[in-house]
């Protein structure tokens, strides 16, 4: 759709566009408006810096979200937990892969903000609300219909979570403690059975999460209807098992939040875990290779368009040297066992619904786009216990000098392609 047609009725629509048009109605909502109050022309109006000036105001609305969210998902137990608060908000606002994106006409900003706008309605207890912020979001891009299942599995896992802690009082004088990762796995297991046999927590939970079914609903008519979940060019999002998609977002994470998952302290922690449950990791090992011999796919854009960051990584790194991949195995597992363990002070069924709708975010996506990590991360982000002020600065300074690279690039160091005289960019 044409900025400079963007209020006419007979706009036409880029068949190559592949998300719904949330973006475009809140645009309308927006220019409409100046119109009528300010006697703007369409051609003021519908004008590039208009529109993105759009996505400015989401921004705005982001940084008074994650606010929010600080202060409700983290307690309020030390003297100097609201400076970390304002860090960590402050950090998230300037996060490089989001922040970039907030000063052009993408859809990351208003995905974000309906998506952060749901899980906050959903921990305040107005799930009808969450449900239709979940729905506008998902006006944004298909895929954060997964993001209001989180929400919904926010409820469920606080529920699983009461009843489990009831569970182990009643049989904590009656059994000897469980011990062991696999005796642990087994008994969580006994008690999901157990607990979704029962009617009546099945009906507390219906009435709890009945919004979020309701919007599953009209998300598979939408499914139906549409023949699939893409719209537009579905030749080049095509599903498929991605496995080391997940590997990929370990790795980013762990880049982005090196401050808060790498120290000495860590490996340390880490190799004497490896080594006292060396099996365990031999077999996690093995899968992992397995999984990037079989599962590695390379998308045409990704080889094609040399625009990305992600062209240059997969170019020089994973092209080059084929045995990379494999090599890096470790590291992925590091990093993931490093995610899990930042992660260790929510429940385990917190966990459990949280890397659920990470998997089926992420793997069946084909591309590899630092695009798509941004809301699993932030996510993530705003779970993990607040980190101390020296390492809060540590990770605002490198995100600082990040963006500053990757505005320089953007700004300065253009190219052309040899079949076109459009001038192309670096972004991210």
């Known amino acids: 759709m044409r900025s400079s047609t963007c209020l006419r009725r007979n706009a036409t629509w880029d068949p190559m566009i592949t998300t719904l048009p949330g973006l475009y109605l809140v645009s309308v909502g927006v220019v409409k408006p100046a119109i009528w109050i300010f006697g ?26 994650l606010y929010l969210l600080f202060r409700k998902v983290q307690p309020r137990n030390k003297a100097a937990s ?6 960590s908000t402050l950090t998230l606002a300037v996060f490089p892969t989001l922040y970039f994106f907030n000063f052009l006409y993408y859809t990351e900003a208003g995905s974000m903000f309906f998506t952060l706008f749901a899980y906050l309605m959903c921990l305040y207890g107005n799930h009808k609300t969450s449900a239709f912020l979940g729905f506008c979001g998902f006006m944004f891009r298909q895929t954060n219909i997964i993001w209001a299942v989180f929400c919904a599995g926010n409820v ?25 990762p696999f005796a642990t796995f087994r008994k969580i297991l006994q008690f999901l059975l157990a607990y979704s046999m029962s009617f009546k927590n099945l009906s507390v939970l219906f009435r709890l999460t009945w919004p979020y079914i309701l919007l599953g609903f009209l998300f598979c008519a939408f499914v139906v209807v549409n023949g699939g979940i893409v719209i537009g060019d579905r030749s080049s999002h095509e599903a498929c098992l991605h496995f080391p998609q997940l ?3 370990f790795s980013f994470t762990l880049f982005f939040s090196f401050p808060h998952l790498l120290s000495p ?136 000098i990040v963006n500053f690279i990757t505005f320089y690039l953007f700004l300065n160091k253009t190219f052309q392609w040899p079949n076109s005289q459009d001038i192309q960019r670096f972004m991210w």
């Not at 609201?82 to 860090?87: E, G, Y």
């Not at 606080?158 to 062991?180: F, S, V």
């Not at 084929?322 to 917190?350: H, Q």
Request: with cysteine.
């Open 40 to 65: 703007w022309s369409e051609h003021v109006v519908c004008s590039i810096g208009m529109l993105r000036f759009v996505n400015l105001l989401f921004s705005v609305g982001n940084f008074y979200l």
């Open 82 to 87: 609201s400076i970390q608060r304002v860090l």
């Open 156 to 180: 469920i896992a606080q529920k699983l979570t009461e009843a489990w802690k009831t569970e182990l009082q009643k049989k904590e004088d009656r059994l000897p403690p469980i011990k062991g």
């Open 247 to 249: 590997f990929y977002f």
């Open 265 to 400: 302290g860590k490996i340390k922690t880490f190799l004497s875990l490896v080594w006292k449950r060396r099996i365990l990791f031999f077999v996690v090992t093995l899968v992992s290779v397995f999984l990037v011999w079989k599962f590695t796919y390379a998308h045409k854009y990704l080889l094609a368009d040399n625009r990305h960051y992600t062209f240059y990584v997969w170019k020089r790194v994973f092209q080059r040297y084929e045995i990379v991949k494999y090599l890096l195995v470790p590291a992925y597992i590091f990093a993931g066992w490093s995610i899990a363990d930042s992660l260790k002070s929510k429940s385990v069924f917190w966990n459990l619904m949280f890397f659920i709708c990470l998997f089926i975010v992420i793997v069946p996506q084909k591309l590899l786009e630092f695009r798509y990590f941004i809301l699993p991360y932030v996510i993530y982000r705003l779970n993990i216990p607040l980190p101390p002020t020296s390492r809060l600065v540590c990770e605002l300074s490198c995100y600082a």
